[in-house]
């Protein structure tokens, strides 16, 4: 059963890979990225060192988390997901993370968003509460769509809502490209079917890389400099947003998830980057989920061109444009909420 969805996923039909920019409005066809709207954000400024040790984490008792038991090649693992709202709400909205965050970056939009919806944000496989691969070249798509698909059979509804950030809007393009797909409404955060290469080097120079700290404090620093472009935060935003990615070690901290996850990534070469590419773009294609295409305005993974080609080539897309942020923005704002809001009411 797995080898057959995996099949699927990669097997979409050809007929989803014809030019449907025909069928589009003219907006879309002409000048869709110029149409953004734009979100205008308050100035803050970021200094560094962030004080934070005299910061305590909480946790917060409106969040439940779970497991779900998936499969891959190599056997079974548990995913770990985090459940806000009534449980019984057949309104569900799901937040996938980024490559190497976790679904804890979703607490703030998740409570703000739990009034409507019964929210889940998994940990991907590999990282936060959930196991790590035996075989770490399971690591990729394929493997995180099957093991959306047989999370949303647990939470036992039909439809649900999708908020992707990076790398969980590529899962979501995929699933959303797949007949019956569960997915009613998207927003892509800061991704789409071309990734810039500034970004995927930035990314190849940090990603799996076997980083110790001495103190929590130390982690923290580090990971609000990598994080700076997500936009600027108070103290307190910083440590609930990077806190959980720490975890102890002994006397020392880590980050959360496996090093090994970036062995795909630098796995790819050349020809499978323009493969890949091709596929999703394909994928992408054949959605017939409503999205919004949201990109920070100072980002170097998602470029303006890109935005545009998405709107012209699906259009069931529209898009807008977020200043001042970089790859990705966080949705822990007043602002970023509200505009999520908006485009889920």
Sequence with gaps: MLKRLLKRIFGIKS?????????????????????????????????????????????????????????????????????????????????????????????????????????????????????????PMLYGIPQYVADMVTLIARLGVEKVDW????????????????????????????????????????????VGKPLRFESKKEGLLYLNRICAPFGNFNAQQWKDYNGPHLIKDGSEWILHYDPNISKPFAAVTVATAVMGEMMTWKAYEAIQADMLVVRGGDSDLLSAKTVADMCHRNPRARSIEIPGVGHAPAFITPEQVSLAREFYS
């Design 15 to 135: 007929e989803a890979s014809e030019d449907v920019s025909s069928n589009a409005p003219e907006a879309f066809n002409t000048v869709p990225h110029a149409q953004s709207i734009q979100v205008v954000e308050p100035e803050q400024k970021l200094d560094y060192p962030i004080p934070v040790e005299d910061i305590q984490d909480v946790e917060d008792p409106e969040c439940r988390t779970h497991y779900v038991q998936c499969a891959s090649t190599s056997g079974l693992h548990n995913m770990a997901y985090h459940e806000w709202g009534d449980p019984n709400n057949q309104n569900v909205l799901i937040c996938v993370h980024g490559l190497t965050r976790r679904g804890s970056d979703f607490n703030v939009l998740a409570k703000a968003m739990s009034d409507r919806y019964r929210v889940i944000c998994p940990d991907v496989v590999g990282r936060g509460d959930s196991d790590w691969l035996p075989n």
């Design 163 to 206: 908020f992707g950030t990076s790398m969980g809007g590529l899962i979501g393009i995929f699933l959303a490209s797949q007949e019956h797909s569960p997915i009613r409404r998207m927003i892509l955060n800061d991704v789409g079917p071309k990734i810039e290469s500034a970004a995927l080097k930035r990314l190849g120079d940090y």
